[in-house]
C-alpha cells in the first residue's frame, strides 16, 4: 500500500485536501471518484516530500520571464491557477517547475498565494513575497509582477557587469598565489643552497622568506589541511545570519572592489 495526498473539490466546490491510502495512484482516484470527489491533484506523499526539500535557488533570469509571464496572464483575467498550470508546463527548470506547481496545488487547497509562494525561500525572496502580498492586497498584483520583473531584470543585469568585472582580479590573484607557491617550493631552496655555500649574513627579510620556504615544505600537507578546514569553517559562519552581516559589512569597505559590490 502507498500513501498519496490529494486535492479535491466536493459537491458544493469546497477544495479538501488530505492522503488516501491505495495499492496504485488509479486506485486512489477511483475511490476518491466513488465519494464523489473531483480530484485536482493526486501525488504519492514520497514524491510531494521530495519536491519539497529539493527546491534549489533558481536564476534571477528564470524569475523575470515567470514574473513576466504571469503578470501578463493575470492582466489578461486569467485565473491566477490555470495561469500557474500554464506556466508550469512550459518551464524548462525541473526546480522551478516542481516549485510552481507545488504553489498552484497549495492555492487550490485553499492557502493564499503569498503564502505559497513563502513555503519556497530557496527560490523567491522576503522582497518578492512581501511585493506579492502587498500587490494582492491592492488588487495591482499583475503590476507588481511586472515590477517584480524589471527590478529582477535590472539586478541581474548588475549581477553578471560585477561578475565580469572581478574575472580580471580574480585571475591576477590566482596566478599570484601559484607563482608565489612555486617560488618557495621550488626556486628559494635552490637559493638557499647557494646561500650556505657562499656563507655570510642573509638580510632578515631573506631569512624570513628563507624560513617560510621551509615551513612550507616541510609541513605542506599540513597547511593544505588547515587551509581546508578554514575555508569550510569560513563557508559555514558566512551562511548564518550574523556571519554574512558581517562578512558583507567587510566588503564594502574592501579598497577599490568596495563600491563595486554596492
Known amino acids: 500500500m ?54 534549489k535557488k533558481v536564476k534571477l533570469d528564470e524569475l523575470v520571464i515567470f514574473s513576466r509571464q504571469l503578470a501578463t496572464m493575470v492582466e489578461a483575467g486569467i485565473p491566477l491557477v490555470q495561469s500557474l498550470g500554464i506556466l508550469s508546463e512550459q518551464i524548462e527548470n525541473p526546480s522551478l517547475r516542481n516549485t510552481i506547481i507545488s504553489v498552484r496545488q497549495d492555492i487550490e487547497a485553499g492557502v493564499n498565494f503569498c503564502d505559497a509562494l513563502g513555503k519556497h525561500p530557496a527560490v523567491f525572496s522576503d522582497f518578492f513575497i512581501n511585493m506579492a502580498r502587498a500587490g494582492e492586497a491592492s488588487g495591482m498584483l499583475h503590476e507588481v509582477l511586472d515590477r517584480l520583473a524589471s527590478y529582477l ?87 548564518t ?7 558583507d559589512a567587510f566588503k564594502l569597505k574592501v579598497i577599490v572592489l568596495g563600491p563595486l559590490f554596492r
Do not use: C, W
Open 2 to 55: 502507498q500513501t498519496f495526498q490529494y486535492i479535491a473539490k466536493d459537491k458544493t466546490g469546497h477544495s479538501l485536501a488530505g492522503t488516501i491510502e491505495a495499492v496504485s495512484e488509479s486506485e486512489a482516484a477511483d475511490i476518491l471518484h466513488k465519494k464523489e470527489l473531483v480530484v485536482i491533484s493526486l501525488a504519492s506523499s514520497k514524491t510531494s516530500q521530495s519536491s519539497k526539500t529539493k527546491d
Open 241 to 247: 545570519e550574523k556571519g554574512r552581516y558581517k562578512f
Open 153 to 239: 531584470e535590472k539586478t541581474s543585469s548588475l549581477q553578471r557587469k560585477i561578475r565580469s568585472s572581478l574575472v580580471y582580479p580574480t585571475v591576477v590573484i590566482i596566478m599570484a598565489i601559484i607563482i608565489t607557491a612555486v617560488l618557495l617550493l621550488k626556486v628559494v631552496p635552490t637559493f638557499k643552497n647557494i646561500f650556505e655555500i657562499l656563507g655570510g649574513q642573509l638580510p632578515l627579510p631573506t631569512q624570513l622568506l628563507i624560513l617560510a620556504s621551509d615551513i612550507l615544505r616541510k609541513y605542506f600537507l599540513f597547511v593544505a589541511i588547515a587551509l581546508g578546514i578554514g575555508a569550510f569553517f569560513f563557508k559555514k559562519y558566512i551562511s
